[in-house]
Each structure stands twice: as C-alpha cells, then as structure tokens.
Nanobody, 124 residues
Framework: QVQLVESGGGLVQAGGSLRLSCAASGRTVSGSTMGWFRQAPGKEREFVAAISWSGGAISYADSVKGRCTISRDNAKKTVYLQMNSLKPEDTAVYYC?????????????????WGQGTQVTVSS
C-alpha cells in the first residue's frame, strides 16, 4: 500500500510562487513514477508533471512548462512541485499520484495511488 499526503497549497497573488510537497509512505514508493495532477471546478483532472523513480525522466504539461519544476527526494519519500509565475488559471486542487508500475505516462488512468489533494488559489 502507498499513502500520499499533499501540503503547501494556499492563496497567492498572480505572479507569485508556491512549493507543493507530497509525503509518501509504503515500501514501493521509491520505485514508483510520481505525478502531479490538478482539477479545477467543473473540469477534468489534468496532468501537470511526472518524474521517474530515479529522477532521470521528467515530463511537464505544456501549460506549466517553464514555470514548474518537479523533483523528488527518495530518502525522504517526498515529491515536490515548485510553481512560479502563477496565473489565475492555475487555480485548482492539486493531487499527487503514484504509478507503482513506473510507466511515466500523462494519463491519470495509469496512476494507482492518489492523495487527498491540496487547494491552490491564484488571485488576479
């Protein structure tokens, strides 16, 4: 089993920054691809970023490329999402997810463990 707990969300003005954290537990976490997704009200949950178990492969959605950085610390079992130059359209609940089969995909259907989410609100 894998448990994921997100933190770091909040209210920030446009142009500001936030760093989200995802603390993971479970013996398979270090070998998992980890992803961040987000869901705005009335919209589908969408891919934001993913990182392979070694950190050697990283993928970003076009909407956040150049503004977000995903990283992981396997010793701490924690994944981070640094978000800069935030825009009002980044407002959403952000979810951390784990793919224990290490597939490095952007579809949420490949991730088998999810956190509860953390709210990010960007004011204009």
């Amino acid at each position: 089993q894998v448990q994921l707990v997100e933190s770091g969300g909040g209210l920030v003005q446009a142009g500001g920054s936030l760093r989200l954290s995802c603390a993971a537990s479970g013996r398979t976490v270090s070998g998992s691809t980890m992803g961040w997704f987000r869901q705005a009200p009335g919209k589908e949950r969408e891919f934001v970023a993913a990182i392979s178990w070694s950190g050697g492969a990283i993928s970003y959605a076009d909407s956040v490329k150049g503004r977000c950085t995903i990283s992981r610390d396997n010793a701490k079992k924690t994944v981070y999402l640094q978000m800069n130059s935030l825009k009002p359209e980044d407002t959403a609940v952000y979810y951390c997810a784990a793919d224990t089969l290490q597939r490095m995909r952007t579809s949420r259907h490949f991730y088998n463990y999810w956190g509860q989410g953390t709210q990010v609100t960007v004011s204009s």
